[in-house]
């Protein structure tokens, strides 16, 4: 008796991870595929200014150069503590704003740049040459 207690205690633990494995994505589990748009309004409206007309045209100006990817952009930038928390406290802020950016942050080997690469999804691209002026 006790042994099948225990098979059945087991089989209700297993099967429904594996029913749920091999079965299809239910509406919740499938992926949000936000617009091609700035939703500036994301952001407070203190970190809205900040962000827009601090950190963004900052990080412009400390761009040393800009490498094109098939889905996106590389941005080369000096590899100082500044630039790095000017970086991530923009691209914290940006990931709210435009969710439908794949951003990274790449400090290289050796003392070498520091590197934000925006990418994601077909028509990324375009919107990042539209939006930074590229």
């Known amino acids: 008796m006790r042994k099948i207690f225990q098979l059945i205690t087991a089989i209700t633990i297993v099967a429904p991870v594996a029913i749920s494995a091999t079965s299809e994505p239910s509406l919740s589990q499938t992926e949000h595929v936000s617009p091609f748009a700035c939703n500036a309004f994301a952001l407070s409206p203190e970190v809205r200014k900040r962000h827009f007309e601090e950190l963004g045209p900052a990080l412009l100006n400390l761009t040393k150069s800009t490498r094109e990817l098939p889905d996106g952009y590389e941005f080369e ?10 970086l991530t406290e923009w691209a ?3 990931r709210l704003c435009c969710p439908f950016f ?4 790449r400090l290289d080997r050796e003392g070498g740049p520091l590197w934000l690469r925006l990418t994601g999804r077909p028509g990324t691209k375009e919107f990042i040459k539209m939006e930074f002026g590229i």
Do not use: G, R
């Open 92 to 94: 914290f802020q940006e």
């Open 77 to 86: 930038l000096p590899a100082d503590n500044k630039t790095y928390q000017l």
């Open 102 to 105: 794949d951003i990274d942050l």
